[in-house]
């Protein structure tokens, strides 16, 4: 195996140049992208059903609660 001689200077270069290669700007409309569609994800399946389940829960307990509280006149008490 051939040995190879390097200087301190060239190796800070090389080291320099990786360093602006790996440099993070780069990357972030990537990043971006994957925390959109994330995002997207979890509103249409985590969110939406949330406040469809919401809605639905009121649409079915309002009618009860107007039947407690005008026809059979309960009170709370506590």
């Not at 195996?1 to 301190?8: F, G, L, P």
């Not at 994800?41 to 639905?56: C, G, H, K, Q, R």
């Given at each position: 195996?051939?040995?190879?001689?390097?200087?301190?200077q060239?190796?800070?270069?090389?080291?320099?140049?990786?360093?602006?290669?790996?440099?993070?700007?780069?990357?972030?409309?990537?990043?971006?992208?994957?925390?959109?569609?994330?995002?997207?994800?979890?509103?249409?399946?985590?969110?939406?059903?949330?406040?469809?389940?919401?809605?639905?829960?009121?649409?079915?307990?309002?009618?009860?609660?107007?039947?407690?509280?005008?026809?059979?006149?309960?009170?709370?008490?506590?």
């Open positions: 195996m051939d040995k190879v001689y390097i200087t301190k060239e190796m800070y270069d090389g080291i320099e140049k990786e360093a602006k290669k790996l440099k993070s700007g780069a990357n972030g409309p990537i990043l971006t992208l994957l925390v959109f569609i994330w995002f997207i994800w979890a509103l249409i399946f985590l969110a939406i059903p949330a406040f469809i389940s919401l809605v639905l829960l009121i649409v079915i307990y309002a009618p009860f609660y107007l039947v407690d509280q005008k026809i059979i006149k309960r009170r709370y008490n506590g």
